[in-house]
């Protein structure tokens, strides 16, 4: 299972866009880039994913590397809610398995 | 609405007792997973299931087990139960999609046991 690096946390002013980092030097072809996060005392929630082109919805964007080694989570305007461990996951969709190896993730802290 | 269940949320045990957690989900999805998770490791999977009589080992599955009788629950048993399995537990489960597909993983609300 490929690895992925992020930082240990961050810090983001409310209202203000955050950028987390994700590096995955060793991403195969075949392996799809999910984030999650996980909010105080609850269980972890999806948040976006993707193979190769920028990715937006509701929550957050995605914007991947050309070369794939790396992507980034954007959210637009932190609120006090967003404050969460951000997981980035690759996940082997051709593999036919559909399990998640998730690492230390990032956690971040929104300043009101 | 469909939900994913654990039972039970809290339990203190002692060492060398057999516990079993219970996971229910009612999306009727083939793939199911158990996760726990300490300071400083994140998440990690101990066993996931892809659907009934499938069951595979993860990362950490030395003292545990699972088995998939139905589709609906994955209960995990700690056999003898170790001090070093103090940790909070989440079950997740996932519809399994397809390459590309969200596969989106719904987790459970945990379960905090305590091995004294």
């Known amino acids: 299972d490929a690895k992925t690096t992020q930082p240990n946390s961050m810090e983001s002013n409310e209202e203000e866009p955050v950028h987390l980092p994700c590096n995955h030097s060793?991403?195969?072809?075949?392996?799809?880039i999910h984030w999650y996060r996980q909010l105080p005392s609850q269980g972890p929630e999806y948040v976006i994913h993707?193979?190769?082109s920028n990715v937006n919805n509701r929550m957050a964007s995605l914007a991947i590397a050309e070369d794939r080694k790396s992507s980034t989570l954007i959210l637009h305007r932190a609120t006090l809610r967003d404050a969460a461990v951000y997981y980035c996951?690759?996940?082997?969709?051709?593999?036919?398995?559909?399990?998640?190896?998730f690492g230390t993730g990032t956690r971040l802290k929104v300043l009101a | 609405d469909a939900e994913i269940t654990q039972s039970p949320r809290h339990k203190i045990t002692e060492t060398g007792r057999q516990v079993t957690l219970a996971c229910h989900q009612t999306?009727?999805?083939?793939?199911m997973f158990w996760y726990r998770q300490d300071l400083g490791h994140g998440l990690r999977l101990i066993h996931y299931?892809?659907?009934?009589?499938?069951?595979n080992k993860g990362e950490v599955s030395d003292g545990y087990s699972v088995s998939r009788s139905n589709t609906e629950d994955l209960p995990l048993t700690l056999e003898s139960a170790a001090s070093s399995q103090t940790s909070v537990y989440f079950c997740?489960?996932?519809?399994?999609?397809?390459?590309?597909?969200?596969?989106?993983?719904?987790f459970g609300e945990g379960s905090r046991l305590t091995v004294l």
């Open positions: 997740a489960s996932s519809a399994g999609t397809g390459p590309g597909g969200t596969g989106e993983l719904f």
């Open positions: 060793t991403i195969s072809g075949t392996d799809y």
């Open positions: 993707g193979l190769t």
């Open positions: 996951i690759l996940r082997d969709d051709l593999s036919g398995t559909y399990k998640y190896i």
């Open positions: 999306w009727n999805h083939n793939n």
């Open positions: 299931s892809y659907g009934v009589q499938d069951t």
